[in-house]
């Protein structure tokens, strides 16, 4: 079982950027899928990017595609999402998530979840 924490929410203006990161421990993430969701009170977790074990693919929610991008860096077992253009309905709390089915945008495929990052977008 791998263990995930995220950092780098904040609060910032609409039109900027942050870039979430997503640490593991306990295990090597080479051999998981990551994913990033999203969850604001009252709403479901929402699926925001997927990428592969190696990088190679990723799939993007509609809501951030062009905006958002996710990576890995698997020799610093980490994960980012760089968020740019952010808008007020970018606000919720990130979910960090670790899969072995591979490649996945649903949620019920991802065994290890982090404790999410705030992030918060003025108008």
């Known amino acids: 079982q791998v263990q995930l924490v995220e950092s780098g929410g904040g609060l910032v203006q609409t039109g900027g950027s942050l870039r979430l990161s997503c640490a593991a421990s306990g295990r090597s993430l080479s051999t998981y899928g990551m994913g990033w969701f999203r969850q604001a009170p009252g709403k479901e977790r929402e699926f925001v990017a997927t990428i592969s074990w190696n990088g190679a693919s990723t799939r993007y929610a509609d809501s951030v595609k062009g905006r958002f991008t996710i990576s890995r860096d698997n020799a610093k077992n980490t994960v980012y999402l760089q968020m740019n253009s952010l808008k007020p309905t970018d606000t919720s709390r990130y979910y960090c998530?670790?899969?072995?089915?591979?490649?996945?945008?649903?949620?019920?495929?991802?065994?290890?979840w982090g404790q999410g990052t705030q992030v918060t977008v003025s108008s």
């Open positions: 998530a670790a899969s072995t089915y591979g490649f996945s945008a649903d949620p019920t495929t991802f065994v290890s």
